[in-house]
DNA sequence: CGAAAATAGTTAACATGCTAAGGATTAGCG
DNA sequence: CGCTAATCCTTAGCATGTTAACTATTTTCG
């Protein structure tokens, strides 16, 4: 077993690559605890911050595929097969074979999902308000472009 | 249903608030992909990033105890019981009831997770590196820097 | 035209990560 | 000293999110 002293030099030498000081670990917490504040606000819905994406997507274009949807948030086809079965019983989306092409299937939102819009983007931007409570109107700009740069860098 | 361009002007007017643009959004593809690109070079030693975030805890300061643990990575006992589980199971630590509190289970590590320490921090370092390839040192720092207080934020 | 490759979606198993609840133990207070 | 509150850890159930494998369908290519 290293001397201690050993030990502390190395690890002060590699601080930066590890928890809870690197980047990895500060990225996944901040995602945890915005997730967590997300779903207090979701809760009273019945709803999960995930379910949100995807009526996010299906607000801006109905009837995606569920590869389409998979592509637009990066996510792999299995988890999205979960998530909508979730929606579905919840009644807020449906699923429908595409005729022309039957590998396809597209979700289509219900009268409740669509009825969502009004009500949950309003409590996405009460999380972000409190998330960014102190920071500078650049500051924000500059998070979500350095975000959008390590995403480019990993895709 | 309201006319489309109803719908338009709102998701215009939330744009912010919206996946794919939202912060919440960001943070946690970010996070999922950094995930995915050390998950990838941990699998040839049977490890997942979870794992290393205890390892760095327990390199720090062998012997913590669950809750320890989990008060430095602001995770739940829930989730670390799980964890330790199965890190033991690889025979990476192996838990301990403190003799003078027995309501606490102190996890030590193994010659084998200990021996770790050389080798897996440097794996994180490389996806450090990929992640921040064309940020620049201030870039870094002002990353690291909205994270934490995103963080304090919402703690 | 037919076979192979590709695409789409699902299923199964496993790893988080959460909430709620329960058992065991220790601390605090009257 | 005894009871209550608090702490610690675990368990159970549910929701992601992954990989690998499978079925069904469409596209591509020789």
């Not at 911050?49 to 086809?77: M, N, R």
């Amino acid at each position: 077993m290293p001397e201690p002293s050993a030990n502390a030099d190395f690890l002060a030498q590699w601080r930066f690559a590890l928890a809870p000081y690197n980047l990895g670990y500060k990225v996944k917490l901040t995602s945890q605890l915005m997730y967590r504040a997300f779903q207090e606000r979701l809760e009273p819905h019945g709803l999960t911050p995930f379910h949100y994406l995807v009526l996010c997507c299906l607000w801006e274009e109905d009837g995606l595929s569920t590869s389409g949807i998979a592509d637009k948030l990066k996510q792999l086809g299995a988890t999205l097969t979960g998530v909508v079965d979730r929606m579905e019983s919840r009644h807020l989306v449906y699923r429908e074979r595409d005729p022309s092409d039957r590998r396809i299937v597209r979700i289509w939102l219900t009268e409740e999902g669509r009825q969502l819009m009004q009500v949950l983007p309003p409590l996405g931007a009460e999380v972000i308000e409190q998330a960014t409570a102190n920071l500078s109107k650049p500051d924000q700009e500059t998070l979500l472009r350095l975000l959008d740069q390590v995403v480019q860098n990993l895709l």
